[in-house]
């Protein structure tokens, strides 16, 4: 008993010597836009449209379809920020075609030696064009990896695709955009194309459990802080840009599965070939709080209310056409009024292993995939 | 390697164990010795880094060292030379707080690397032969006291852990923010093979062949290369010892 007490008294000890070494707290290091002040957001809630949407390096807001272009000139966003970080605006107001417009700011951390540009964007929020083809002509090289955007008939830059390029990133095995599991290729159909290939992440990743990572575009947004803490809920999927009711998704797929199909633990499972997935959603949501699908409930959520999904894609070693007629499933009917007050989000995903949610699939898998087209009912 | 190590130590033992006989029979100017202590201290930054926010527990596990020494006096004075080998772990477990602690973690061919904001437990049990000379000094009777540098080779290394609750940002305090529940870690092929440093200790005769003993062991270069990124941060091993000692 004595003993153990020495033991515990040592410890002790040593613990509190150890603790009496602990040096003051450096100022923060961290310059990041934490959020927009409640106070500012009360007061321009009449042109505000939905929660803005803030990322390690950009603050979107969504601003009302009546708004002026010189209104919102006159905007100055007030933001949250790391604690001891500061903020100055470049005001350099750029428009962003004729919906909306968008400006620099710069943030500096406390401690003075790290600084962010962070863009600040208002724009209308969009439908998706009736004629609009996704041609994957734009996309930005701005960060290590690719990032794709739309653009309306007036140059407005439209952030809708995203990828998981941002969590394999993480793995440090991203050296160009080409290494990334979504890239560019300039072969496609008509000028570039998308390139989906399931990439390793290497042994840290086969340690987080996510051993592989495949390609994937979809409409949405990733939430990069969830990436390998909660990788389902980081693919955020579906936007409310429906501009009426789909009647089917067509575009162009080649596809070549990886040799060996691997589980989260990146054993060999012998009798099992990888497969793609592309397929398109429409699902209810509720306008004043938008919580989209993710990587859990995408294909099996009961407010899905429209699918079409490419059925037993194959291995296609060509461009091949496709057209899958988007269904209605869960007994629900699509409803125009709905529609109108913002209550369906849309989705469009490819992946190049259908598995990869759950880490399954082939190293080396690729599909290509170029000129989706969404096709529209004009009643 | 490490049977070579002990195979050479059991016959250091056999060796001075005869020899000590003989010294018993002969004269009282040199004696035997056998130690068996317990370490415990830490492997520990020197300063402590302003990346480490508290210490939020430690466990200085078991750690024996077992050392057999030859130990002379000079003439009829007080002055002596003491050396001899050790097998002994030098080890513990810590879980701190840290904040925007700058890591880097080999995969493959890239690098995760960022500033980890969150806790880190950590797991050190180093087993080392350890060669120290020391000088001492012959109070009176019952005490001497010691000092001196020692060498110590890596038999056995192992420094693993685990990252846990908090973030990571990727390449520098301005990437992207990743959020974290538990990532492990194993540097232990990375540990350096071979440390020094210095002790100094106390010794106590409490009878005829029995004496008790406190030293202390400051490591003077770390335990990881300096160049090493997984651990930014000099490592440096300080341990304290009580134990006993059969001298002949």
Known sequence: MAKKNIFKLLSFITLALLTSCIREEAPNAECDIIAVKTSWLEENKGILSGKPIITNTAVRFYVNEETSISDLKELDPQFELTPGAQISSLRTINENGERGIYMLYHTTSEDGNWCKVYTISFTKQSVIDTDAVFSFEHFAADKKYTVWYEEDANGTRLDWWATANAGFNMSGLGKTPEDFPTSIDTNGVKGNCVKLTTRSTGSFGKMMKMPIAPGNIFIGEFITANATKKPLEATRFGLTIAPSKPVSLTGYYKYEAGEVFTNKAMEEIADRRDTCAIYSVLYEVDPNNVVTLDGSNVLSSDRIVLVAQLENPGEESEWTAFEIPYKEVNGKVFDSEKLANGEYAITVVATSSKGGDVFEGAVGSTLHIDEFKINWDNK | MKKIFIALFASIIAFTATAGNENVKEGKNWSVRLSVGYNIGGTAPMPMPVEIRSIEG????????????????????????????????????????????????????????????????TTVKNIYLTIPLLAVYQINDRWNVSAGAYASFLLNGNFTGYAYEGYLREGNPTGEKIELDKAAYDFSDDLRKFNWGLQAGAEYQICNHLAIFADIKWGLNGIFPSDYNCVTFALYPIYGTLGLTCNF
């Open chain 2, 58 to 121: 430690f466990n200085p596990g078991l750690n024996l060292s077992f050392e057999e020494s030859v130990q002379f006096l000079f003439g009829k004075g007080h002055w002596g030379l003491r050396f001899g080998a050790r097998v002994e772990t030098k080890g513990m477990t810590t879980n701190a707080q840290t904040k925007n602690y700058y890591m880097e973690v080999v995969n493959g061919d890239g690098i995760v690397a960022g500033n980890w904001t969150g806790k880190v437990e």
